[in-house]
């Protein structure tokens, strides 16, 4: 990365600027620039004190990357709404009725006779028909009468409510719906608002979303959760290094996306505790057969931006107790 050590009091910041040296040469040199202008940015928090040289060094680098004149790129469109369901067709018209047969002459003549016959008994019975009808009608009238003192003494003792406490209900109901609406409306948007804050609405933090992302995705999809790694298998010397450095990356590049909110999102913090825990527990299984350093900063944690020192400085390992301790003197 750079011909300069890195000092002690930047050691937590330090996997941002080595991140960063490695996404620039991976093909993404947009997110290697605001990943290492935000490892600059918690650097300044720090305020060590050798930290001078260092941060020099990194200055000149995002010097050199404005100088190149680094782009960001394009965000995807989204693509097109699904068009709208056809409208169902109209339900068919039902068929008519087939017209009634016609009769036999035999048949016509008969039905003559019988209505002669008939017309006389009608006469007869339609006299007393109109009298039933007056009685009726009598009768009817006396009933609505019955029914409308009956619903004016109800409402005076208070048994019934009156049209106009009806049309007060139902328009308090019809309120009360409608604020129920409005409040859910409301919860939803909030909601999808805390999802989608519009801080990460612009295309730089887009980028650096996806790159995170697809480093998780690829980490993820080379991972064998259910075998631990060790030297006698293949998979844990050629791939678990790879797997615990793509998600430890994943890991920093989101959480590169502070510079735009103190906090992660609640859709991309799960992405972000997986890929911290998960390399973690792959480099320290590695650690037991691989000869040196760690292949990742087993003390990095996420940044806490609303603290006075975002990422401490991790202390200084301790000695290991000699084996051969001095002999006392007198």
């Known amino acids: 990365m750079s011909d300069v050590p890195c000092p002690q009091s930047l050691l937590g910041v330090k996997t941002y600027f080595l991140r960063a ?43 050199q990357e404005k ?17 709208a ?21 035999g048949g016509k003549e008969g039905e003559g006779k019988e209505g002669e016959e008939g017309g006389e008994k009608k006469e007869e019975g339609g006299d007393e028909k109109k009298e039933g009808e007056k009685e009726g009608e009598k009768k009817k009238g006396i009933g609505e009468k019955v029914a409308a003192a009956g619903e004016k003494m109800a409402i005076s003792l208070n048994l019934k ?10 328009a308090e109901a019809a309120a009360a719906e409608k604020a129920a609406a ?16 519009k801080e990460l609405e612009s295309d730089e933090a887009e980028a650096i979303r996806l790159c995170g992302l697809e480093l998780y995705e690829r980490g993820r999809a080379a991972d064998k959760p259910g075998q631990v790694p060790s030297p006698s298998v293949k998979w844990g010397v050629m791939d678990a290094p790879c797997v615990a450095m793509s998600l430890h990356a994943a890991a920093v590049v989101l959480d590169c996306l502070k510079l735009f909110m103190p906090q992660l999102p ?12 998960r390399s973690n527990d792959l480099a320290k299984h590695m650690q037991n057969y691989r000869v040196g350093e760690p292949i990742l900063p087993l003390e990095w944690k996420p940044a806490d931006m609303s603290a006075a020192v975002p990422v401490p400085c991790p202390p200084p390992p301790a000695l290991p107790p000699s084996a051969f301790p001095s002999a006392p003197r007198r």
């Open 21 to 63: 040296d490695e996404l620039a040469k991976g093909g993404k040199p947009y997110v290697a620039h605001r990943l290492r202008k935000f490892g600059i940015e918690l650097a300044m928090k720090v305020k060590g004190p050798d930290a001078g040289p260092y941060l020099l060094r990194q200055f000149d680098l995002v010097d």
């Open 67 to 83: 100088a190149a004149n680094i782009k960001c790129p394009p965000r995807k469109p989204k693509p097109p709404p699904a068009p």
């Open 85 to 105: 369901p056809a409208p169902a067709p109209p339900p068919e018209p039902a068929p008519a009725p087939a017209p009634e047969a016609a009769s036999t002459e």
């Open 161 to 170: 409510d009156s049209p106009e406490k009806k049309e007060k209900a139902a």
């Open 182 to 197: 409005d409040k859910a409306a409301a919860e939803k948007k909030a909601a999808e608002e805390a999802r989608y804050p």
């Open 266 to 277: 609640a859709d991309l913090l799960p992405f972000q505790r997986a890929a911290h825990r």
